[in-house]
């Protein structure tokens, strides 16, 4: 099993930053390519943004192209999402999620693996 663990999240005034971390641990072989996914109150979960397993590929939901950036760190087996420039509708529960194939998946259900989740508040 692949255990992933978010941190970073918190409350942010508009036009601010944070960065999310995803530690994974376990059979960590089995989590190559990796995104984070939001979900909003009320809404369906969203991909935000993307990564292969060695990170040369990326891809981002349109609505956060430009502000926000996902790295990674194989060797600390861990994902960061870098959010610049947050605006309240950035509000949502942020979850990490894995997949066993090392190209990146470009839906949330191409994922195998997921996280609890940390709470990102963006107030106006």
């Known amino acids: 099993q692949v255990q992933l663990v978010e941190s970073g999240g918190g409350l942010v005034q508009a036009g601010g930053s944070l960065r999310l971390s995803c530690a994974a641990s376990?059979?960590?072989?089995?989590?190559?390519?990796k995104a984070w996914v939001r979900q909003a109150p009320g809404k369906e979960r969203e991909l935000v943004a993307a990564?292969?397993?060695?990170?040369?590929?990326?891809n981002y939901a349109d609505a956060v192209k430009g502000r926000f950036t996902i790295s990674r760190d194989n060797a600390k087996n861990t994902v960061y999402l870098q959010m610049n420039s947050l605006k309240p509708e950035d509000t949502a529960v942020y979850y990490c999620?894995?997949?066993?194939?090392?190209?990146?998946?470009?839906?949330?259900?191409?994922?195998?693996?997921w996280g609890q989740g940390t709470q990102v508040t963006v107030s106006s």
């Open positions: 999620a894995a997949r066993e194939n090392r190209a990146l998946g470009y839906i949330k259900n191409e994922y195998d693996y």
């Open positions: 990564i292969s397993w060695l990170g040369r590929t990326t």
């Open positions: 376990g059979r960590t072989f089995s989590a190559n390519a």
